[in-house]
């Protein structure tokens, strides 16, 4: 079974800081890439950030490049995203979600709250 569990989240001023952990088993951070994904209300979910397991490759939106860093820790079994000069547009629910060989994310955490305020 492949849990993931989100932490994290919080409410703060824009131009602030953030850090998301998702921890999992090792079993699921050997196997699986992981990457973080986010909601906001009336909006589709949209893809944030994804690390391969070896760590090498590593994808970010766009809109959250230059600003966040996604990171793996191999002795805690535990992804990371690091979220600095947070905008309003920012505030979403934030999951966590591991993916296949094939690149489809199959796994889903329960999702950490991040609200940032102007």
């Known amino acids: 079974q492949v849990e993931l569990v989100e932490s994290g989240g919080g409410s703060v001023q824009a131009g602030g800081s953030l850090r998301l952990s998702c921890a999992t088993s090792?079993?699921?951070?050997?196997?699986?890439?992981l990457g973080w994904f986010r909601q906001a209300p009336g909006k589709e979910r949209e893809g944030v950030a994804a690390?391969?397991?070896?760590?090498?490759?590593?994808r970010y939106a766009a809109s959250v490049k230059g600003r966040f860093t996604i990171s793996r820790d191999n002795e805690k079994n535990t992804v990371y995203l690091q979220m600095n000069s947070l905008r309003p547009e920012d505030t979403a629910m934030y999951y966590c979600?591991?993916?296949?060989?094939?690149?489809?994310?199959?796994?889903w955490g329960q999702g950490t709250q991040v609200t940032v305020s102007s």
């Open positions: 979600a591991a993916c296949n060989s094939g690149g489809t994310f199959d796994y």
């Open positions: 690390i391969a397991t070896g760590g090498a490759n590593i």
């Open positions: 090792k079993y699921t951070y050997d196997t699986y890439c």
